[in-house]
């Protein structure tokens, strides 16, 4: 495992003074062979060689690549970022490590996909105990990035993992499988079976992202997880159907509040607008009722002042008041009213209204 920094650093070699002595090592090989054909023949050779040593140092860097460069097995400063061709020593002087960082990697817990294939499942890591001492199933998929190449080549020996297909030597084998494993299963431990099945699922992707990041930063890792997702999280294949039974009766108790929901807020805005109509019908009504009274009132003030002006008036009045309350008591009843001191008989009420009979002798 190579360490960043690990040992001195080795002082800089001046190409042109390299191939200075190179160029006094030719000559003093074709002076030893006497010049001439043969001479000039290994000294091509040489060179031929020494051209193709330098040119294999020659490298690209694509859009999204980063370049880790190694000289006598030391790391030199920070990875390469510049698109394009560079040139760096052949081995074995340096090394180059060119890796394509911003690429989003994937890695599976619980299950194994495959191209046409149904998923697979592993059931050793996807079964843990929650909170509250249940079983649960939990499929998830990591989703992760490099942000630092010299901590990811150079920090962690990782075993590999063969089925995913991963060499030995970089932390995204074993490492990260076992980080991932680890921080779920801290997070399930500490919730109930509710929270993962159904009500905190965006909560417990949130810990386990943030769990895991820690662990992988402990590590030095050079791996920034980018997403965490739950895919199947289920009971275990014993307990299903009754599992299954209790997450129906959930959400069909979901469904019955969200639909009293509804009913409560369609009829309270209602019966409010019916309220808020018969108060203003009602005001409405007391006021016409206030005003007539008061007119009302007003009416029978100016009789009254009408009638205490005059006695003639009043006795007017009086009779008339009188006579309207008794066709008003007795309606539908032919009355006959006589006065002492009347030369005629009122008789009110049948189909003549009010009727003079004259008295006297002649009276019927």
Request: glycine fraction near 10%.
């Amino acid at each position: 495992m190579y360490q960043p920094g690990g040992g001195p650093r080795q002082p800089e070699m001046d190409f042109e003074k390299i191939m200075g002595n190179i160029q006094d090592g030719i000559g003093k090989i074709s002076q030893r062979f006497g010049g001439g054909g043969i001479g000039l023949a290994i000294i091509l050779v040489i060179g031929l060689i020494i051209v193709i040593w330098a040119a294999s140092g020659i490298y690209t860097i694509n859009p999204g690549e980063q370049a880790a460069l190694r000289r006598f097995g030391s790391v030199q400063g920070n990875p390469e970022t510049q698109q394009g061709l560079h040139w760096w020593w052949p081995g074995p002087i340096g090394k180059k490590d060119v890796v394509l960082t911003s690429e989003t990697r994937r890695l599976e817990l619980g299950f194994r996909s495959g191209d046409n294939v149904a998923d697979t499942p592993a059931p050793l890591e996807a079964e843990m105990i929650s909170g509250d001492l249940n079983i649960v199933d939990v499929q998830m998929v990591v989703q992760y990035d490099i942000k630092n190449l010299t901590d990811y080549l150079f920090n962690v020996s990782d075993p590999g993992e063969a089925d995913r297909g991963l060499a030995p030597g970089f932390p995204d084998g074993r490492t990260l499988k076992d980080a991932s494993e680890a921080a779920l299963r801290l997070v399930i431990g500490q919730r109930t079976i509710d929270d993962v099945l159904t009500a905190r699922r965006e909560e417990v992707q949130a810990s386990t992202k943030q769990r895991l990041q820690a662990i992988l930063d402990s590590y030095e890792a050079g791996i920034n997880v980018t997403n965490v997702q739950l895919q199947d999280v289920k009971a275990p294949e014993e307990v299903r159907d009754a599992f299954d039974d209790v997450l129906r009766a959930r959400q069909e108790r979901d469904t019955r509040i969200n639909q009293a929901r509804a009913y409560e807020n369609d009829i309270i805005p209602r019966a409010s607008g019916n309220a808020e109509r018969i108060k203003r019908e009602a005001e409405a009504f007391a006021q016409a009722r206030v005003a007539r009274a008061q007119g009302e009132a007003q009416g029978f003030i100016s009789v009254l002042e009408e009638y205490n002006q005059s006695k003639l008036s009043q006795d007017v009045t009086r009779q008339r008041l009188y006579l309207e309350a008794m066709e008003e008591i007795l309606p539908g009843i032919s009355k006959i009213i006589v006065s002492p001191d009347a030369e005629s008989v009122l008789v009110l009420g049948g189909s003549d209204g009010v009727v003079p009979l004259p008295l006297g002798p002649s009276a019927p």
